[in-house]
């Protein structure tokens, strides 16, 4: 037998802004929330967890895409429009006809660089190791992260939300944690 109870939110604390050493609790590929457009960005969640109990998760995206910046006059090409998910303003560049949007080779190199050094940080990789594909990459990370301690960098976003702003490697941030317990 099952039964239904609330949800207890008073457990859930969320990290505060500032600088932190934490536990790597949980990873997982994930899937973006709805949108207007076809195709689904390969996606993953990774969540920190301080000494306090505390947390907050950060989530990468490995596919990058066109979008009207790219456009100088900022109009889509013919068969293709700028769209957005609700109540953000992406403005991709999406096929009219299929509904997928464009992909940047240079934003997705840019999406899995920055993964690619969030993995140096946590010690799980070494310089120079590497990939031969993105799923490569995403298994690679759900193998080795859980239980791994580094930094995190907490910041309070323009919707008033903590946000992870930055990584670094444990030993740097015990320094700097050393630093300002020493001023």
């Known amino acids: ?23 790597i609790s949980a990873f997982a590929e994930t899937k973006p929330k709805l949108a207007p457009w076809a195709d689904i960005t390969k996606q ?7 000494e306090e109990g505390a947390k907050i998760s950060m989530w990468n ?3 990058g895409y066109r979008n009207k ?14 769209m957005s998910s609700e109540g953000h ?9 299929t509904k997928d949007r464009v992909v940047s080779d240079e934003r997705t190199a840019d999406a899995v660089r920055i993964f690619l050094e969030f993995l140096e940080e946590s010690g799980t990789v070494d310089e120079g190791q590497e990939f031969d594909s ?10 080795h992260l859980v239980g791994t301690e580094m930094g995190v960098k907490v910041r309070i976003n323009a919707d008033n939300k903590s946000e992870v702003h930055h990584t670094m490697r444990l030993a740097d941030v015990e320094a700097k944690l050393n630093v300002e317990a020493d001023a």
């Not at 037998?1 to 536990?23: E, Q, R």
């Not at 993105?134 to 193998?143: H, K, L, N, R």
């Open 1 to 23: 037998m099952f039964t239904v109870t609330k949800k207890k939110f008073a457990d859930f604390n969320i990290m505060s802004a500032g600088l932190h050493k934490a536990i």
């Open 44 to 50: 993953t969640q990774t969540t920190f967890e301080n």
């Open 61 to 63: 995206n490995f596919i």
């Open 69 to 82: 910046t790219d456009f100088p006059d900022g109009k889509a090409p013919k068969g293709f429009q700028f």
């Open 89 to 97: 303003n992406e403005n991709y560049l999406v096929n009219s006809t």
């Open 134 to 143: 993105i799923d490569e990459i995403i298994q690679f990370a759900a193998e």
